[in-house]
């Protein structure tokens, strides 16, 4: 990305290695996170009472599930889109991405409350594909030498569309709805109610499968198109993937802040801008963050639960920061 400069690369390990280091981690916390919760099971019981075994396959699996899912493609998501603009500080949250989704979904929820979750998902996919669109058409017209002035566009942009968004929410009495989506939270989630997730995890895999282009399309259109790169049709998918992953996690649990802002640029510091070598880490490391947040938010004030929204944005925020200074530091 020509825009910022690049990120130290810390050496050490494969890249196999490292994604092995991060599966074998987040099995882990997967294991730790279908153990914690409000009634405590042993694993001894799940062979002899039913009702614990059936709490874990309605619950606690499916919570696990939706963490991971929702922690590693809105990580492949947010680096999709720092390629696209080339420009490290952008995220959907930051872009407008988000708030276009809900104000797609809280036009379905208005219109036509009857219409299916699906109905409603792509309703905010469609809102967040051309809300995403008309970013990348301002972003374009910010001077490349002044990279600092496109998230802050975003911000502006996505500040824009979340008010029109609470006057809607405000007017239709919908202020409790738009509440829900923009805490992403788990606590709701059980079996049957988490499954459209399942295709953003598809859509991730299929942003793999074209690593190499984006990595190609991150140098620039001009450059991107004297490699022989379709720049258009790679941008047109890019923007798909970002807009329905984004859509897809609102529906289901909510905005999640800073998962794709920070996770990109912490791999991408440790292993540099290749996705096809970077990317599965990149999921696997989002997974593993979010599923930290969400255990922290069931037992920092049990039986209480804190969203993993706020609880990741509080140690986001901390953890971009950080890694602000210490490039500042570095120079």
Known sequence: MAETAAPARVSG?????RLGLCLLLL???AVLSCAIGVTQVSPLALFDDPRAAQLLLVSRIPRTLAVILTGATMAVAGVIMQLLVRNRFVEPGTTGTNEAAMLGLLGATLLAPA?????????????????????????????????????????????????????????????????????GEFSGVLSGRYELLWLAGVLAVLAYLVADQFTIAGLGEVASRSLGLRYRQVLGFGVVVVSLVSALVIVTVGVLPFVGLVVPNLVSRIMGDNLRESLPVVAATGAGLL?????????????????????????????????????????
């Open 13 to 17: 390990g494969s890249p196999a290695g």
């Open 27 to 29: 099995a882990g916390l």
């Open 115 to 183: 219409w299916p979750i699906f109905a409603k998902m792509l309703c905010a996919a469609v809102a967040a594909l051309l809300g995403t669109l008309v970013f990348l058409a301002l972003a374009r017209r910010i001077p490349p030498q002044r990279p600092l002035l496109v998230p802050l566009v975003g911000l502006v942009y996505g500040g824009i569309l979340a008010a029109c968004a609470s006057f809607v929410a405000f007017q239709a009495d919908l202020l409790q709805y738009l509440a829900i989506w923009m805490s």
């Open 291 to 331: 599923l930290i947040c969400d255990m922290l938010g069931r037992v920092l004030r049990a039986p209480y639960e804190i969203p993993a929204g706020t609880v990741f944005g509080l140690f986001g925020a901390a953890l971009f920061l950080i890694m602000l200074l210490r490039r500042g530091a570095h120079g």
